[in-house]
């Protein structure tokens, strides 16, 4: 055995001689230090420098070390000649027509001047392979390798210790024995425990009474203590830390996460179970089901009542704020708080105005409300649904309200301190807001009649008022109206509209006005998943030139109904012009359809809201009475979540109030996907003992403090990492932590201390990841109110930075409280 393993050194060292004079080389202060290799020591040569090298992990090296320095060099080897070949293409001909373009006079009169890029339609293999690898990619490479270097050279697998636990051993010798015949177990004194635990056996099934007598049963325990193989723990921790970099430079999270999965298990670091086994996990099948239920709820158009019920038309701004504040965080407990935002962007925007303020007073707000909302039920949000699969489910599996308590507190006090720092927001989301009118050019837009219906917010408004609030729509560009009209809205009274092909989505999307055309769209039938405007181009030889459009000849023919003519108010087209219509897909690309229409446009999202209809009413009471019952169901835990969500989705379908189709398209994949990266990610992070070292390291450095300094370290952990990147993904990567900081914080024999500990850890860290308040990066909520609110990254750090400081204590505080105290 001694010979096979001088000759693997000798071998190895022969057939990396260049590795081996620059680690002679560089490396030569260092020859003094004490380093662990994998292999057997053996006999050394005296040497000290000699002696040093031999100590060297080949194993290790050779495993990560070795071929990562290949490909990186391969790939700047190929970076380097491709900036030579383009500084050689770069010639004087080609600087002169760069320059004469950035003098030119239509360029500087369209604004190019100082940013002239030559368009290519289609890229090169090379081109390609620069923006996939680009300098600051491969640096971060290399640094990468030479930190696995130093953890291959200086790294101490024991580090990295994890506790192994063996069943049916009768004895401690034969405990021993068991260590011994694990290769990778330490066996020491310190090392093994052997045990022995009566309980009663009436607990394995019921409590027992106390005045029965009950027979004890005795469990043997034996555990010793179990290094990873060195090189999997190098490479675990190194690949995570250049995936979390490239999650923060901003390549998907889900392809990422998703990517060092499937390494993992190529390589054996996790089985293939756990490759695959966030995607089979039921609370990953669950979400993907509840995304078409919250779209079906969405489509109801319940929620526009809700939240038109629920604002109302308060007196002053911070009855405003809190009436707000409380349905955007409700909501959010129960749906997409994405799909929220989205919806209440535009009614606050034209609500502000209303109240005399700036949308910015309300819209970070806004974003915030939705994010604590979403951490207070297990699909509030996706990242809940990952803290109960990362959690060690053996100490503390979460349930549907579990987090509702302290998240209910949390919203409300927060809450109050967000309209106590209102001040902290002033200083550029309250600023006078300057609007550019833009030249309205009529040829470009249509001129689409409105009605307004009795009971509309818009009724007993100012002319100036409506306007203000309408043209703040996407796609909407003028209001116009019959001066003799007066200055106060009516009832039934006509709007003109000057329009492009999104605004008629937007108008239509308003409760308050009624398209002209209504009753002829309510003729083209029910299935409305199936209609979407189109533009289309009226050929020269069409049958529909210089006459009106006849409804009923379009709906016939091409079941579709006209809504404008670009550019035009009169319904008589001529060749050439523009038509925008609404149509079945099914009649579009037909053989009369191409005689007649030369170019067709379809305009994105632009389907009818499936409101209004006898049948809508109906689907509406089903489809909230179907969530309220699928709801209390899990709660009692009368079903799983995933299976009630199937059924709920299955009759949905089967009744006709959603449709497959629209099932597939609302499936979130990415989503999905990122939850079963972080699932595999986490498993490798635990199988290699990375997990438990971070653990113990940061309960050592919280431990002086006690349970509040540790779970206070937790919050910020989380909170600082999902500055940075996806909140789903944060957890992953802490979840797998707490079990390890749970038990050292408490006595082992302490099961019941272990799952109070562990619960409040798991509740901080969902509350954390799940609210980050202090960078518009952190969330997409955030990014979503940026532009409409006016706001930079240091007003986010400003206000969201002291509302996040006050999150933090009292997240701390609620819910030591509420789990120690009174085990909510």
């Known amino acids: 055995m001694h010979n096979m393993h001088s000759m693997r050194h000798v071998s190895l060292r022969n057939a990396f001689p260049i590795f081996r004079v620059l680690l002679l080389s560089l490396l030569a202060p260092a020859s003094g230090l004490r380093t662990v290799a994998d292999e057997a020591p053996g006999e050394r040569p005296e040497g000290s420098m000699v002696a040093w090298y031999h100590q060297i992990p080949h194993r290790r090296l050779m495993l990560v070390v070795y071929p990562a320095m290949a490909v990186a060099a391969v790939l700047l080897l190929v970076l380097v000649v491709i900036a030579l070949r383009s500084s050689r293409e770069e010639t004087l001909p080609n600087k002169t027509r760069r320059q004469s373009l950035k003098v030119n006079r239509l360029m500087v009169r369209l604004g190019a001047s100082g940013a002239v890029e030559v368009l290519h339609p289609e890229t090169t293999l090379v081109e390609d392979f620069r923006q996939a690898f680009t300098w600051t990619r491969l640096g971060v490479f290399w640094v990468a390798i030479l930190l696995s270097f130093a953890l291959a050279v200086f790294g101490d697998s024991k580090l990295f210790m994890m506790k192994h636990s063996v069943g049916n051993i009768a004895s401690m010798e034969a405990c ?72 923060v430079e901003g390549l998907p999270a889900e392809l990422i996460l998703f990517g060092l999965n499937c390494i993992y298990g190529i390589l054996g670091i996790i089985s293939v179970k756990q490759v695959w086994g966030g995607l ?21 158009g319940v929620l526009d009542v809700a939240i038109g019920v629920m604002l109302g038309n308060p007196q002053s701004f911070i009855v405003a704020f809190f009436r707000m504040l409380i349905p955007v965080a409700l909501l959010s407990a129960f749906l997409s708080n994405t799909a929220i935002v989205t919806m209440m962007i535009p009614v606050i925007v034209s ?37 109960r699969e990362s959690v060690d489910k053996t100490l503390y599996e979460m349930s549907f309200f579990d987090l509702s308590y302290s998240g209910t507190i949390l919203c409300l006090s927060t809450f109050v301190l967000m309209a106590l720092s209102l001040p902290f927001l002033a200083s550029s989301a309250a600023a006078a807001e300057t609007v550019l009118e833009d030249d309205v050019n ?94 289309v181009s009226l050929s020269p030889s069409s049958e529909l030139l210089e006459e009106p459009l006849d409804f009923d000849v379009m709906r016939q023919v091409f079941g579709a109904c006209p809504i404008a003519i670009r550019g035009k108010e009169s319904d008589i087209p001529v060749a050439g012009d523009i038509v925008l219509l609404e149509a079945d897909e099914r009649y579009v690309g037909t053989a009369m359809w191409q005689e007649e229409f030369s170019i067709t446009r379809i305009v994105p999202n632009s389907s009818p809201q499936r409101v209004g209809g006898v049948h809508d009413k109906l689907r509406c009471v089903l489809v909230c009475l179907g969530m309220a019952t699928l709801i209390a ?36 994949g990415p989503v999905l996907l990122t939850i079963a990266g972080a699932s595999g990610l986490s498993a490798a992070l635990q199988g290699t003992g990375i997990a438990m070292f971070a653990a113990k390291e940061l309960t050592k450095c919280a431990m002086p403090y006690g349970p509040i300094g540790i779970r206070a370290a937790v919050y910020f ?90 999150h933090l204590i009292c997240c701390v505080l609620v819910v030591s409280l509420l789990v120690d105290m009174f085990d909510l």
């Open 176 to 247: 021993e024995a068991a260590c011994h015949a694990d290769p990778t177990a330490q066996c020491g004194l310190n090392d093994i425990k052997f045990e022995k635990v009566e309980k009663k056996s009436c607990e394995l099934s019921g409590t027992c009474k106390e005045d029965v007598p009950s027979p004890t049963v005795e469990f043997v325990k034996c555990t010793f203590n179990v290094a990873p193989e060195a090189w999997k723990v190098d490479l675990v921790l190194v690949s995570a830390i250049v995936g979390i970099y490239l999650i």
């Open 351 to 387: 609500w502000s105005r209303t109240l005399g303020e700036h949308p910015g007073k309300l819209l970070m707000p806004l974003s915030f409300a939705a994010q604590l909302g979403g951490s207070c039920t297990l699909i509030g949000s996706s990242h809940c649904l990952v803290a």
């Open 442 to 535: 009529q040829e470009n837009l249509y001129l689409v009649k409105f009605t307004l219906r009795r009971g509309s917010s818009y009724v007993g408004l100012t002319f100036e008022l409506a306007s203000i609030q309408l043209k703040r729509l996407p796609g909407v560009r003028e209001l116009v109206r019959n001066p003799a009209a007066g200055d106060v809205l009516k009832e039934d009274e006509e709007l003109k509209f000057l329009v492009d092909e999104t605004g008629v989505t937007s108008l239509r999307q308003i409760k308050g006005l009624c398209i002209s055309s209504e009753d002829a769209l309510w003729a083209l039938g029910m299935e409305r998943e199936r209609r979407h405007l189109y533009e």
């Open 280 to 300: 089979a996990s039921g609370s990953v099948v669950g979400l993907a089901l509840l995304f078409p239920i919250a779209a079906a709820i969405e489509e109801t």
């Open 633 to 668: 169901l899990v709660t009692l835990e009368v079903v799983d979540l995933s299976a009630g969500a199937g059924i709920f989705v299955l009759l949905l379908v089967l009744s006709n109030a959603y449709s497959m189709s629209s099932v597939y398209r609302n499936i979130k």
């Open 717 to 806: 952990l989380c909170a600082f990492l999902t500055m940075f990147m996806n909140n789903s993904a944060t957890v992953a990567i802490i979840g797998p932590m707490l079990a390890t900081i749970a038990r050292s914080t408490c006595a082992p024999t302490d099961i019941t201390c272990q799952q109070k500990s562990i619960k409040a850890l798991a509740h901080v860290m969902t509350f954390a990841a799940g609210t980050c308040l202090t960078s518009p990066l952190g969330y997409q909520t955030n990014l979503m109110v940026m532009k409409d609110g006016g706001y930079t990254f240091a007003d986010f750090a400003k206000y969201g930075g002291l509302v996040q400081v006050f």
